[in-house]
């Protein structure tokens, strides 16, 4: 062997472990199984090799498959072989043929870890790979964090990609100097496929003009994982967790209300089905009047809270009603606690009435349309109107727990009481009410 690879082996941790290639037979994997297989003393590695039949390419990627058996067996490499079905994996799941091919082939990596077989499993993607991927991200319109390339490490470290910093040249010349042989894949050199056509026809072009755009493709991506990550943490930061909502402030600059807000909607389930438009109505939400809601993918909504835009899941409203009583008393999910008390305490959430004053028929239950509430010292008005004066946001005033006699509320949960029920002089069955 007269040509050595700048791979970052000793980087990785790998000594101790067993290392499965991932093999397909094309030059990029043969190189990696045999510079690491040559290497593996020094290394302090175990080789093992993983071969994944795709049933793509019929006859060919069978023939392909044999050669990489034949390969290990020459190389006296354990093989972990696999055939899936990418074609069929497409039609029933409505992904593209090279992205169930993904699938299903990390699958069987993370099965051959699981089994026992390997401790991690390395890919042969090198510096062109990872720069044909910065410029594809680019190309579809990807934001800053989605035009990071093709990570070293994956998977919680379960992938490694060894030859990332390596360049193609040079893995064509350790071929070449080897006497390597390999397996050539008909379909890399069809450019309808996007990658390929990226591999064969646009980058060549730029490279005549600068040599070293995949270089600069690299540093771009590397520079772009860097400011991402602060750019995620600072809007992180300003993340409001209150129970199950979350908010973010819109006093906030909007490249981290747009962070933020993207990590609210994943926190609440929206992993993928955000869309720029949704960024650009949060956006426009924060100019809009208090209270205004727009609707989000899996059940999310988000409102304009004064200072602040809430993202929360949207809830049934619930009709259900318990008469009052002395004691616990179960209403939509949640327990409501009367019980006596000789004195007040401040600070304890709880609110304090007269039990006495309290009408026969009286019920626990939700606020509803034209309730009526009577203030401390003054005058009757409507719940809504009320609920708004204090500030609570419309969402939180449906899931108020009230106690009424008929439309007229008696007391809203760890708000207020009416001036109805309030405790007096003469009050001789003082009645506090909490939540459990």
């Not at 043929?97 to 099965?111: D, M, P, T």
Request: net charge neutral; proline share 2%; charged share 30%.
């Amino acid at each position: 062997m007269n040509r050595t690879l700048n791979l970052n082996v000793d980087n990785l941790n790998l000594s101790g472990k067993i290392v499965a290639v991932a093999v397909s037979g094309g030059k990029d994997s043969v190189c990696l199984l045999d510079y690491l297989t040559k290497n593996s003393e020094k290394s302090g590695i175990k080789v093992k090799a993983i071969n994944v039949e795709h049933g793509i390419r019929g006859e060919d990627s069978i023939k392909d498959s044999e050669f990489v058996r034949s390969l290990c067996n020459r190389l006296g490499v354990e093989l972990f072989f696999k055939k899936v079905d990418s074609l069929t994996y497409s039609r029933i799941n409505g992904t593209s043929i090279e992205e169930s091919a993904r699938i299903l082939r990390y699958g069987v990596f993370n099965e051959a870890i699981d089994s026992g077989f390997c401790d991690v499993v390395a890919t042969a993607h090198h510096l062109s790979d990872n720069a044909e991927t910065v410029l594809f991200n680019i190309l579809r319109g990807a934001s800053i964090g989605g035009v990071g390339g093709i990570d070293e490490l994956s998977e919680n470290g379960r992938i490694i990609r060894p030859l990332i910093n390596v360049r193609k040249e040079e893995i064509d010349e350790y071929v070449k100097e080897n006497n390597l042989e390999f397996v050539t894949d008909k379909t890399n050199f069809d450019d309808e496929y996007t990658r390929n056509f990226l591999r064969l026809k646009v980058i060549p072009l730029i490279k005549e003009k600068f040599p070293r755009a995949e270089d600069a493709l690299c540093r771009l991506s590397e520079i772009s994982e860097k400011e991402d990550a602060f750019l995620n943490e600072s809007a992180r930061n300003v993340l409001i967790f209150a129970g199950d909502e979350i908010s973010v402030p819109i006093s906030v600059p909007e490249v981290i209300f747009a962070r933020a807000a993207i990590l609210a909607m994943k926190e609440l389930g929206i992993v993928k089905d955000y869309e720029k438009r949704h960024i650009d109505g949060l956006l426009s939400l924060i100019g809009l009047k208090n209270g205004s809601e727009m609707s989000l993918p899996k059940g999310v909504k988000a409102v304009k809270d004064y200072d602040k835009i809430t993202f929360y899941k949207d809830k049934e409203k619930s009709i259900e009603t318990a008469p009052f009583k002395v004691g616990r008393t179960e209403l939509n999910g949640i327990t409501i606690v009367v019980e006596p008390c000789s004195e007040m305490e401040s600070g304890s959430g709880a609110k304090y009435f007269d039990g006495d004053k309290i009408p026969s028929g009286s019920v626990f239950r939700a606020r509803a349309d034209g309730d009526v509430f009577e203030k401390f010292g003054g005058k009757t008005k409507k719940l809504k109107s009320y609920l708004i004066d204090k500030k609570i946001p419309a969402r939180k005033r449906d899931e108020l727990v009230v106690l009424a006699d008929g439309k007229n509320v008696l007391l809203v949960c760890e708000i207020e009481i009416s001036e109805r029920i309030k405790v007096d002089n003469g009050t001789k069955n003082m009645l506090k009410c909490y939540k459990g």
